[in-house]
């Protein structure tokens, strides 16, 4: 399973911006996002099902950020509103062939490249 993110860029304090994922291979079963900030550990953002009706989100980011899939496309979305300076990060994709919506990076086996987000206040 090979991961492309994309969708990143520089954006200002209450822009929107939307960040998907093309995945290629055999399907995976849990797809997620986590970011890591300059000097920050890696941290979980969301995660979603294979059929997208179950999702988990870190707090600080519920209410604002979507994430949903695409599989007939095979592209993973995360769709960020009312974007705070601390969202700066660089975002990464990671799949697992597990259905557990887990938060901790080490239960995924798969990972994109990371795309970069900065939010200027």
């Known amino acids: 399973v090979q991961l492309q993110a994309s969708g990143g860029g520089l954006v200002q304090a209450g822009d929107s911006l939307k960040l998907s994922c093309a995945a290629s291979?055999?399907?995976?079963?849990?797809m997620a996002w986590f970011r890591q900030a300059p000097g920050k550990e890696r941290e979980f953002v969301a995660a979603?099902?294979?059929?997208?009706?179950?999702?988990n989100y870190r707090d600080s980011v519920r209410g604002r950020f979507i994430i949903s899939r695409d599989n007939t496309k095979n592209t993973l979305y995360l769709q960020m509103s009312s974007l705070e300076p601390d969202d700066s990060a660089v975002y990464y994709c990671?799949?697992?062939?597990?259905?557990?919506?887990?938060?901790?990076?080490?239960?995924?086996?798969?990972w994109g490249q990371g795309t970069l987000v900065t939010v200027s206040s």
């Open positions: 990671a799949a697992r062939p597990q259905a557990r919506l887990t938060t901790s990076g080490g239960d995924y086996h798969y």
């Open positions: 291979g055999r399907p995976v079963s849990t």
């Open positions: 979603i099902n294979f059929s997208g009706v179950r999702k």
